[in-house]
């Protein structure tokens, strides 16, 4: 997956198998190299990068196995920041939008009785200013993680042949 082409910042894929979703958990079960940490919980499995190249930047993979028929499994994979950071990031895009969003009543008011709505023209402009801040932080912060989410994809292909 090429991760520099794509606009989203939550990469995903899907991929079809022809196993049951039983043979392919087990796969994950016995999986005994030790270059991520998975976790199973029934057709949930995620994969993180080891303790020792862990950062702030690294990424995780979710991996829900959906059944389609009995022999074939269709594979949804997102990656995706740490919870802990993407909890911060969805903090901080509230805080902006509740922050524009006060603002925008208080212009209405100050234009309806006819105040100056210099100011809080101003601060929405900073927020939708910050906001794309957020954004461009949130693509370096992908671009760090890029060579982590090759090394799960090619752990998560290596599993599944």
Request: proline fraction near 2%; charge should be neutral.
């Amino acid at each position: 997956m090429d991760t520099s082409k794509e606009v989203r910042l939550r990469l995903r894929f899907y991929k079809d198998l022809d196993e049951n979703i039983q043979t392919i958990s087990r796969k994950f079960e016995t999986y005994s190299e030790k270059k991520c940490v998975l976790k199973l919980k029934g057709n949930h499995i995620w994969m993180n990068v080891t303790a020792d190249k862990k950062a702030y930047w690294s990424p995780h993979l979710h991996i829900e196995l959906e059944k389609t028929t009995e022999n074939t499994t269709h594979i949804r994979g997102l990656f995706g920041p740490d919870p802990t950071l993407w909890t911060f990031f969805m903090f901080l895009h509230f805080m902006i939008a509740g922050v524009f969003l006060i603002f925008s009543m208080i212009a209405y008011s100050d234009f309806t009785l006819k105040n100056s709505t210099q100011t809080d023209l101003l601060i929405m402009m900073v927020m939708v200013f910050l906001w794309f801040l957020l954004y461009v932080i949130a693509k370096n912060i992908r671009e760090k993680g890029a060579d982590q989410m090759d090394e799960l994809e090619q752990q998560f292909l290596k599993i599944i042949e």
